[in-house]
């Protein structure tokens, strides 16, 4: 092969290279579930962007986004799509793993008073416990509920969500000593 050949194998090899990083920050930087208002009813919405899409748009040059889920769907599949103004606005803020990783920053579990620290997303996550002394793990919680859940609920760390919930499916397996409770924190719910 010619030196020309080559060089303009390498340029477009180069060129190919930088699309598909284009394209794969856009896709990793869209993806996941997010909470909106939506700017119909004023109210939470969960929302998932069309990463994918979003992905081959950018390496096109220009990123367009696009809902692909939407909690207020099937019925308002129709709308106008106005809400992706906020995700264009705050891409990260408004993902349900941001808004959680904030909720727990700097806490101490209601239970035994242990620091939450970094949360681990893939394993022992921290759960919460509602006003009435019921451990909810995050599956449990639809991302549009997130923050009405998070204003009223409280930080649990995740060994005392497996304590808790050992506790309210086997209660006739437990056996209550006196208890040691770290300095500030309380049991949570009653005897």
Sequence with gaps: MSL????????????????????ASTYRRLRGKRVITCPETKK?????????????????????????TCTRWPERESCGQECLK????????????????RFYDGKSCIVCGKHLGEIHWHDNKPGLVTPDYKVVEWSDV???????????HSPVCWDCVIALTFRTQHPEMVVDRSARVAPGASLVGPR
């Design 142 to 152: 639809s991302p549009e509920r997130l923050p009405d859940v998070l204003s009223t």
């Design 44 to 68: 939470p919405a969960a929302v998932e962007v069309d990463a994918a899409h979003a992905a081959i748009t950018a390496a096109a040059g220009q990123t367009e986004l696009r809902l692909s």
């Design 86 to 101: 906020q995700i264009e606005a705050a891409p990260v803020e408004c993902l349900a793993r941001t808004m959680l990783t």
């Design 4 to 23: 020309v050949t080559l060089l303009a194998i390498g340029v477009v090899a180069l060129i190919a290279v930088v699309l598909v990083m284009r394209a």
